[in-house]
């Protein structure tokens, strides 16, 4: 069956560390999304792309990046990660634009 | 800004009744709506979505109402069960930007 996976699951790494979360979906989507959640704040988005080559900045994009050179993975790349990114990732994607979007099951990150 | 938000962050329910969660949204242009369950460690599930073009629309156990002159719609879960316990996310399309989503109300169902 298609799905969206998410690597690691779990990760704890050092303050000023690079950390690079994976996610690949074979559902052939042009669109994925990066969402961080923390408790009082919902799911907020970090960056998007719709299509290979495309990415876009979302509402809490700084301190982050992502690179999209196919259809399948969106990695999401913290240059130096910082206290405040501990946090849960979630990556998503969708067929299209204003369609529902499928969430992969979290990464969850602690950056000490 | 566009915003969509959820009416009470928490929701009890005894098991078998009826459960309604609410969300208001502000884009008057929002034509397409999704209710979303996450579970405890889990990422969000769909659940049911609705367009403008519609009222209501019904699944198994849930129904979404849309009220577009107050901008407002619903989740019913009929016959709530201890399963149904979770988070529950509406979202909406914000103009050409992903979905944005409500801060989620949490269901607990009481046995």
């Known amino acids: 069956d298609a799905e969206i996976t998410q690597s690691p699951r779990h990760k704890i790494t050092e303050t000023g560390r690079q950390v690079t979360l994976a996610c690949h979906q074979t559902w052939n989507h042009n669109n994925m999304f990066w969402y961080r959640q923390d408790l009082g704040h919902g799911l907020r988005l970090i960056h998007y792309?719709?299509?290979?080559?495309?990415?876009n900045k979302g509402e809490v994009s700084d301190g982050y990046s992502v690179s999209r050179s196919n259809t399948e993975d969106l990695p999401l790349t913290l240059e130096s990660a910082a206290s405040s990114q501990t946090s849960v990732y979630f990556c998503?994607?969708?067929?299209?634009?204003?369609?529902?979007?499928?969430f992969g099951e979290g990464s969850w990150l602690t950056v000490v | 800004g566009e915003s969509v938000g959820l009416h009470l962050p928490t929701l009890s329910v005894q098991e078998g009744d009826n459960s309604i969660i609410n969300c208001a949204y502000s884009?008057?242009?929002?034509?397409?709506f999704i209710w979303y369950k996450q579970e405890s460690g889990k990422g969000p599930q769909f659940i049911i979505d609705i367009r403008s073009n519609m009222d209501k629309r019904q699944g198994q156990r849930v129904t979404v109402l849309l009220n577009k002159t107050v901008k407002h719609l619903s989740l019913q879960i009929a016959a709530t069960q201890p399963g149904d316990s979770a988070v529950y996310f509406c979202?909406?399309?914000?103009?050409?930007?992903?979905?944005?989503f409500g801060k989620g109300t949490r269901l607990s169902v009481i046995a």
């Open positions: 792309s719709y299509g290979v080559q495309d990415t």
């Open positions: 979202a909406a399309p914000s103009g050409n930007t992903p979905l944005v």
């Open positions: 884009n008057s242009a929002s034509d397409y």
């Open positions: 998503a994607s969708s067929p299209v634009s204003g369609n529902t979007i499928y």
